[in-house]
Nanobody, 121 residues
Framework: QVQLVESGGDLKQAGGSLRLSCAAS????????MGWYRQAPGKQRELVAT???????TYADSVKGRFTISRDNAKNTVYLQMNSLKPEDTAVYYC???????????????WGQGTQVTVSS
């Protein structure tokens, strides 16, 4: 069983910064991709950023230049540094991981429970 636990969500004013963390635990063999998605009320869940096992990153156009995704493989943890926050960034942020486990040694998609980020105007 794999568990992804997000933390760091908070209330911030526009222009502020926030750092989200997501730690993966379980019988993890390897992590191919970790990333962040977000979902605002009434909107579809959207990709924010991803990082692969070799360090390649992908960002949504809306966060490029403001958000930075990073990883700590020793801790099976992914981070999202969010700078220059905008009210439009308000959403529940979900951690995502595509990884292999001892019980299911094929890439499989896992989700965290989400952490609320609120940016005031």
């Amino acid at each position: 069983q794999v568990q992804l636990v997000e933390s760091g969500g908070d209330l911030k004013q526009a222009g502020g910064s926030l750092r989200l963390s997501c730690a993966a635990s379980g019988r993890i063999v390897s992590i191919n991709v970790m990333g962040w998605y977000r979902q605002a009320p009434g909107k579809q869940r959207e990709l924010v950023a991803t990082i692969t096992d070799d360090g390649s990153t992908t960002y949504a156009d809306s966060v490029k230049g403001r958000f930075t995704i990073s990883r700590d493989n020793a801790k099976n943890t992914v981070y999202l540094q969010m700078n220059s926050l905008k009210p439009e960034d308000t959403a529940v942020y979900y951690c995502n991981a595509i990884l292999r486990t001892t019980s299911w040694p094929r890439p499989y998609n896992y989700w965290g429970q989400g952490t609320q980020v609120t940016v005031s105007s």
